[in-house]
């Protein structure tokens, strides 16, 4: 859940830039790469130079409209994009990705490694779940084998040489929000690290 927030001054805003200016869409994908660390928004998987990513509209409905913009878009990888629904409809009312009360709305389940609604009667936030599709199979599975990873590390070297891993090699902070509970640490320091 750390990658869908917005910043108020973008480079994206502050630019005015439009997807359709095919130009622009390459400054757009730079800058939400930039902004959310070089992170799929919704897999929290982290993306290296050589992986493809796109510009995400989170509701497609506003797709070639005056309303798309900024604030729905993210980058992703090819793999959740492609993967999302492609009509929003049955997933209304939906909690907006960049709410600010995201994080006590929605919490990672350590024993299911899945992703659940703090509140059982939350709709608008189970439908967001579902909608981007956080407990799909393929990516429990890769969140499961991640932790494994970082459990390995920690066991071997220790938790003060585990995150001293963690802060020079960020692809191992994909799948952060897990971590942190599995872990009980904070990871932000490390994931905004140059």
């Avoid at 692809?171 to 599995?182: G, I, K, N, P, Q």
Wanted: hydrophobic share 35%; charged share 25%.
């Amino acid at each position: 859940m750390k990658y869908l927030n917005k910043l108020v001054n973008s480079d994206i805003v502050i630019e005015n830039l439009s997807y359709e200016t095919s130009s622009d869409r390459i400054k757009i994908k730079s800058s939400l790469l930039r902004e959310q660390y070089c992170f799929c928004a919704y897999s929290e998987k982290y993306i290296c130079k050589i992986d493809e990513a796109h510009i995400e509209h989170f509701d497609p409905r506003l797709k070639k409209t005056q309303e798309d913009g900024y604030m729905n878009w993210y980058a992703t990888l090819p793999w959740m994009n492609s993967h999302k629904p492609k009509k929003i409809g049955p997933y209304l009312p939906i909690l907006l990705p960049s709410s600010p009360d995201i994080t006590n709305r929605i919490t990672y389940n350590i024993a299911t490694n899945t992703f659940e609604v703090v509140r059982l009667d939350d709709c608008e936030a189970d439908n967001l779940i579902k909608y981007l599709g956080f407990n799909k199979f393929e990516l429990v599975e890769e969140r499961k084998k991640q932790i494994n990873r970082i459990k390995l590390i920690f066991d071997t070297v220790g938790k003060d040489s585990m995150l001293l891993i963690l802060s020079s090699h960020k692809e191992y902070v994909s799948f952060a929000t897990a971590l942190e509970h599995v872990f009980c640490i904070d990871l932000m320091p490390y994931i905004t690290a140059a």
